[in-house]
């Protein structure tokens, strides 16, 4: 299963983007769809994820601003962000989990995007 990711870039402070994370391949089901993202120098963090019930997470330091949100008919799962904070700079990666069809049983992926960079100037 890959992943496409898009939607990052340079935004001013307070600003907003919009990141999108589709997936393709022999998808059966997905079951959980998030964003991490990684700043130079620190570990890759969960900034938000949400089950195949809707159900959803995020980090304390997005609440409020963050919102995730996936359409199950295209394997897509999005991330609007909003009121951008120096400290979301960051390379933001989408992390996809589920089963694919593979022979004549469902086989588990955990795939991950190849990452998009976000940027928040003063």
């Known amino acids: 299963v890959q992943l496409q990711a898009s939607g990052g870039g340079l935004v001013q402070a307070g600003g907003s983007l919009r990141l999108s994370c589709a997936a393709s391949?022999?998808?059966?089901?997905?079951?959980?769809m998030g964003w991490y993202r990684q700043a130079p120098g620190k570990q890759r963090e969960l900034v938000a994820d949400?089950?195949?019930?809707?159900?959803?997470r995020y980090a304390d330091s997005v609440t409020g601003r963050f919102t995730i949100a996936r359409d199950n008919a295209k394997n897509t799962v999005y991330l609007q962000t909003n009121s951008l904070k120096l400290e979301d700079t960051a390379v933001y990666y989408c992390?996809?989990?589920?089963?694919?069809?593979?022979?004549?049983?469902?086989?588990?992926?955990?795939?991950w995007g190849q990452g998009t960079l976000v940027t928040v100037s003063s």
């Open positions: 391949g022999s998808i059966f089901r997905i079951s959980n």
């Open positions: 992390n996809v989990y589920g089963t694919m069809v593979s022979g004549s049983y469902p086989e588990v992926f955990d795939s």
């Open positions: 949400i089950g195949s019930l809707g159900n959803t």
